[in-house]
């Protein structure tokens, strides 16, 4: 590097007398500012080639520290493939049906067998609709707000009641009110495109029998006063009336019947004795005649009770549960239609109740409140999805290739890392790979790491089973240069007399681990663990590391002095070199002026 560019005012006049003595071509003729920077090089470049040395073997050390780090990461990440008992095999499963019945998931855990499964009910949540409002923002209690009750728990059981406060009284500010909250029940606004009243507020609940619940409203703090009715408990059983008198059970001729008709189903009420020939009953006081009616009523499941009308004129129909009817029923005496009169509309705002599914498991009866249940098949989810009058076959099989390749795949990098450290700690280099070599001034971290791996690794289990310890029992061992060798056949041995045995060594047969976690933990975990300490912010890496950078820093520092420190070795080069051709110019000068005397003294005696 030229060094002519010092800036103290001594250093700047040599500089420009030198210059002008060069310029002038006087002197001794010598360029003073290459032979100054020749000089000043001999002195400086062995010395900053050595702090360049330095400076790219600590950053090859920090590269390599970083590699280290790196390939540990891909070690701790191999072993956390196994630590699991749910990662050890992969299970697979099959149905007669499963549209109806089938396993939506499966881990490595999973009990191989098979089973039977019938579906008598499905788990539902209740849902319930509101009364009918014109907008979004009908006031519901005139502009004031008001507590919503929610009472939830199965019918006819014990129940838990939560308040919501409701403080704007419209369908939306109901729905923002209950979906503010956390009770297990979400509402939904619902516009159904019906014109005047077209909005509806739906409540859904949990599936399950327990997660029923009723709606009710009061006053804002005052239980005591009744809020607006919200319509989600309204439910009416729909009736129905028909004109039947006396006579027309008396003068009833042969074939002569009564039927009522609903949902295309009919009951038939045979009113002449074709045996005695004559009527059956005696009108409408008669008890058998309504016997009779009901009784055919439950046998074709219709879904009304019969009564006699209070004013004797007939039969009232009534719905067993509320619902509204969107096709009234019909009846007939003696092939002649009856005039069916709607007495009372039926309604029920419950539009699905809350309900347990209920199924068998090799026989087993059992309740769940829900239809996926995950503790009849351990590591198993069982999905009901259709009721199943019919055995469902589930069969589970077990596939546990899946762990050899993890454990090759595990022997593969635990060989590449212990390559790795092999071509750091080498005292050998090569120019095609800059990175050999790169720790051979640390060889006591790459000890201090081989063997903290190489000791977790041939350790035992912290849990143990039976004969089997360690890896060397699954057919993993170490060869003189550190390197892993699996051997497949002594693994299969391993696997197939003790597969339970090899799943508890590597896992403990927990699940779920963590370096934080306080449950019992497998050689996998173990492994795992000591990766960790070995990179994790306090190890002995990330402390060389930073060091490293440290001794840069210090390169760099040093760098700067000795350049500082040369430009002033150059300047006195210089101002030095100026002297001398100030000096050469002066004799010079004295040279020409005895040459001029000399040379006019010459011509005198020339003359004469």
Known sequence: KKMADASSPASNQSTMASQILTTLGAGSGIDIHKMAQDLTDVERMPKEAQINESITETNA?????????????????????????????????????????????????????????????????????????????????????????????????????????????????????????????????????????????????????????????????????????????????????????????????????????????????DLYNETSSSARYTGLSDSNLLTEINAQLDAQGIGFTASVSSDNSGFTFTQDAAAAVSSAPTATLDGSALTVTQARAGVNNTMQTATDSVFTFNGLSITRSSNTIDDVVTGAVLSLNQVAATPVRLNISKDTSTLQTKIEDLVTEYNNFNGLMAELGSNNTDEDNEMMGALRRDSATVRYVQNQLRTAILADSSTTSGAITGLRDIGIEMDKSGNLVFDADDYKTAITGNYQQVVTMLTANTDNHSLYATDAKGLAQDIATKLDDLTDSDSVLLTRNTTAEDQVKVYEEDLAALEKRYEAVYDRYLAQFTAMETMMESMNGTKDYLEGQLESLSKAYDHD
């Open 61 to 269: 050390q920090i590269s390599a520290y970083g590699l280290v780090t790196y390939q540990l990461g891909i070690l701790k990440t191999a072993f956390e493939g196994i630590n699991d008992a749910s990662e050890m095999s992969t299970s697979t499963s099959t149905s007669t049906n499963s549209t109806a019945v089938n396993f939506s998931s499966l881990d490595g855990t999973a009990q191989e067998g098979s089973y039977d499964v019938t579906v008598s009910a499905l788990a539902n949540g209740q849902q319930s609709k509101s009364s009918e409002y014109a907008s979004k923002t009908t006031s519901l209690n005139s502009g004031t707000g008001f507590d919503l009750l929610l009472a939830i728990g199965p019918t006819g059981g014990s129940t838990t009641t939560k308040t919501i406060s409701v403080t704007t009284d419209t369908p939306q500010g109901v729905v923002n009110a209950i979906n503010a909250t956390d009770h297990g029940v979400t509402a939904t606004l619902v516009d159904t495109g019906t014109a005047g009243t077209n909005y509806r507020i739906i409540l859904s609940g949990k599936s399950g029998a327990n997660n029923a619940f009723t709606v009710s409203t009061t006053a804002t703090g005052d239980t005591s006063t009744a809020g607006p009715n919200l319509g989600f408990s309204s439910s009416i059983a729909a009736q129905y009336t028909i004109a039947f008198a006396n006579a027309d059970a008396t003068g009833a001729t042969a074939n002569q019947d009564l039927t009522f008709s609903f949902g295309g189903k009919t009951a038939t009420i």
